[in-house]
């Protein structure tokens, strides 16, 4: 009988390595059959029922091998398997410590978990678990990923940088993290060269390509990155990472035309073959296209059909949970507040005033939910202070799987369509109640939010319409920003000319439209001592093309005077030393034009259709003032050259904003009513 078993077992494993499986099976059964503890069949059979799709007989049979035989090493190794294909990330990290504790000098192991730490979110335990490995250079690759995924990219650069020692010839795996590093640390050119290396090194790596692409349209060469994209041929993700390239400094209005039709005709093509993602996480970033916001268009329908688009390709996006669809029970509300731009340490006041008012009120229950790595000051102040944190995995479905195990009552997205995590898990139905608020002031074009929440001295008349979401309208501006501070800087110390008269555009780049060149050209003409200051991009190429934009539509470059974007004292101290702030057209307003009135510099503003123009408006209008408003694009211009040459009618202003501006902050009006309505509101029937 022992013969006949290894005979069989002999041919069981021929068929088996030959991907015979059902012969391979017949054989493990009929020894099995025979000696029901034989654990090499056992567990060899268990392999085999994981390629045929049968995990849960699988863990059966491994499961057993391992009573049997409880310090084997290749049954820990299949169990580990069979539990990773049947969701059990649990059991699976289990079966790989308890392999390492039977052998624990074995690198494979500790790779495996590694990988599947990272895929749960556990990066810390992941990273420690590869630098255990030494200067092994998978483990270094894994390390190097690790670091980036945490936003730790110098030290990335460090590791990356031994590994390029160590193999001589830089591997694709090196080449990706390294470019991941450089992007991540604002040097776009050089990870942009590198990518390109690691793409002819393996033209066909999505993820090379895909992070290529990305490092392009995000330095402005987005022609560029749409061809890199294309260049994938017919892989399932190129068509829809190819329909939200856009770019950032557009050169005109009719680029941006071109830009928005191309992406509708994109979202219809999918839509009509019926294209399909079972992974979300392949959408990339045509879950979330910040860049529409900027165009000046209404965006109602465009971010409904996208959001519609998003999940006819990729449904699992839809998902509802139990808990979600019933009305909250208990005393307490539970209420996620679920923000990228307060976990990665962005201005963020509004937000910190919100939880602290939430988290003080004794029927409400407050979860500080991170959509990936969180590292700012702001957020580990309020953990500190006792508000319950939950740090999601950048993986959807897994991120997806985590917020729906909190069973919160409320979901409070405030800046949805920014990042591509927070905008797909906005998709689901993940709690009873879900809320957006206008950290990202367009609407989210989803079916899944109850309400968006906005300023009432903000919206325009007939403001309903320019959103999907019901509108709420709160008192106050919803931004709690507290009064500014400027350091001590006068023009020598800022490196401005002290003899100009100086009008600073004080937003990013990618927010000045086109239309803003010739006014700026204008305004320039009409007085002889102005000069037009800016903000430098972080990206360089950003600035390359705005600089080009203007000189384009008239503005000498002798005029321009470039700014970096420093410590916020020294930003307010650079609002203070201008003459007059030009606020941008279509999206104005926000935290650097409140600084601006804060200190006393004049603003000018030309109010827009929608929201996210008419800001600065309601922010003089909150002062009791309209002497820095504009009714005309022409009107802007007349405005902006009066302030700038008539020095008395300047000062006459900024006394009056000294004098009224304490008012446009730390009001937590908004705070209050946002608190009071998550209380009580509950889902439009």
């Keep these: 009988m022992p013969a006949l078993r290894e005979e069989r077992l002999d041919r069981a494993l021929a068929a088996h390595q030959a991907g015979r499986l059902d012969e391979a099976l017949a054989e493990y059964d009929a020894i099995l059959a025979t000696d029901p503890a034989h654990v090499e069949a056992l567990h060899l059979s268990a392999m085999a029922l994981l390629m045929r799709g049968r995990p849960a007989v699988a863990v059966a049979r491994v499961r057993l091998a391992l009573v049997l035989a409880p310090d084997a090493m290749d049954p820990w190794r299949a169990l580990a398997h069979a539990c990773q294909a049947r969701g059990d990330d649990a059991g699976a990290e289990n079966a790989w410590r308890r392999l390492l504790a039977v052998r624990p000098g074995l690198s494979a192991p500790v790779l495996s978990l590694g990988r599947l730490l990272v895929r749960r979110g556990a990066l810390a335990a992941a990273e420690a678990l590869y630098r255990t490995l030494g200067s092994l250079i998978e483990a270094q690759h894994q390390l190097a990923a690790v670091l980036n995924e945490r936003g730790a990219y110098e030290e990335a650069l460090e590791v990356t940088g031994r590994c390029q020692v160590q193999e001589q010839t830089p591997s694709v795996s090196t080449l990706l993290n390294r470019g991941f590093a450089l992007a991540g640390l604002e040097r776009p050119g050089e990870a942009a060269e590198l990518l390109r290396h690691a793409l002819a090194l393996d033209p066909g790596s999505w993820p090379v390509r895909a992070n290529l692409a990305r490092v392009l349209e995000r330095s402005g060469a987005w022609a560029e990155a749409l061809r890199v994209v294309e260049g994938a041929g017919d892989h399932p993700a190129a068509a829809v990472m190819a329909t939200a390239v856009l770019p950032r400094v557009p050169v005109s209005g009719a680029e941006i035309d071109e830009a928005r039709i191309r992406l509708r ?27 529409l916001a900027t165009h000046g268009r209404d965006d109602t329908a465009l971010m409904t059909e996208l959001a519609e688009t998003m999940r006819r390709v990729s449904p699992v996006l839809g998902h509802v949970a139990a808990h979600a669809e019933k009305a909250p029970t208990g005393e307490r509300r539970r209420v996620g507040v679920v923000s990228a731009t307060l976990a990665r340490g962005e201005t963020a006041h509004g937000l910190v005033a919100l939880v602290e008012e939430l988290r003080g009120r004794p029927e409400l229950e407050v979860v500080l939910v991170a959509p990936g790595p969180a590292s700012s000051p702001a957020w580990a102040r309020l953990v500190e202070e006792g508000t319950r944190e939950a740090v999601l995995p950048r993986d959807i479905l897994r991120a997806q799987k985590d917020l729906e195990a909190l069973c919160l009552d409320v979901l409070v997205y405030p800046e949805v369509g920014v990042d591509p995590l927070t905008t797909a898990l906005a998709h689901a139905r993940l709690a009873p109640l879900q809320v957006a608020l206008p950290g990202h002031p367009v609407t989210t074009g989803l079916p899944s939010i109850d309400a968006y929440v906005s300023a009432d001295a903000l919206e325009p008349p007939g403001a309903r319409a320019h959103y999907r979401e019901p509108l709420i309208r709160v008192p106050g501006l919803m931004t709690c920003q507290p009064r500014p501070q400027p350091e001590a800087a006068d023009r020598a110390r800022l490196a401005l000319p002290e003899d100009a008269t100086l009008y600073l555009c004080a937003h990013p780049l990618e927010r000045i439209h086109p239309d803003m060149d010739a006014v700026f050209a204008r305004v320039l003409a009409g007085d002889a001592r102005g000069r037009l200051c800016l903000f430098r991009a972080p990206e360089g190429e950003l600035t390359r093309l705005m600089g080009a934009r203007l000189a384009a539509a008239g503005v000498p470059a002798e005029r321009l005077v470039w700014l970096r974007w420093p410590r916020p004292g020294i930003r307010q101290a650079a609002l203070k030393a201008v003459d007059v702030v030009l606020d941008a057209f279509y999206w104005g307003g926000g935290p650097a ?65 000294r004098d009224r501006a304490p008012g446009l902050f730390d009001d937590r009006r908004s705070i209050l009513a946002l608190a009071d309505g998550i209380r009580s509101w509950t889902r439009p029937a």
């Design 265 to 291: 005709r994109g979202l219809a093509a999918l839509r009509d073959r019926g294209a399909f993602l079972p992974d979300p996480n392949a959408l990339g970033g045509a879950l979330a296209v910040p860049a």
């Design 593 to 657: 034009i409140l600084e601006a009135l804060g200190v006393g510099t004049p603003v000018v503003s030309w109010p827009g259709p929608f929201m996210r123009g008419r800001r600065t408006q309601g922010y003089y209008r909150m002062m009791g003032l309209n002497e820095g408003l504009a009714r005309t694009q022409e009107g802007y211009e007349r405005l902006a050259l009066a302030l700038g040459r008539e020095p008395e009618r300047r000062r006459a202003l900024s006394e009056q904003l």
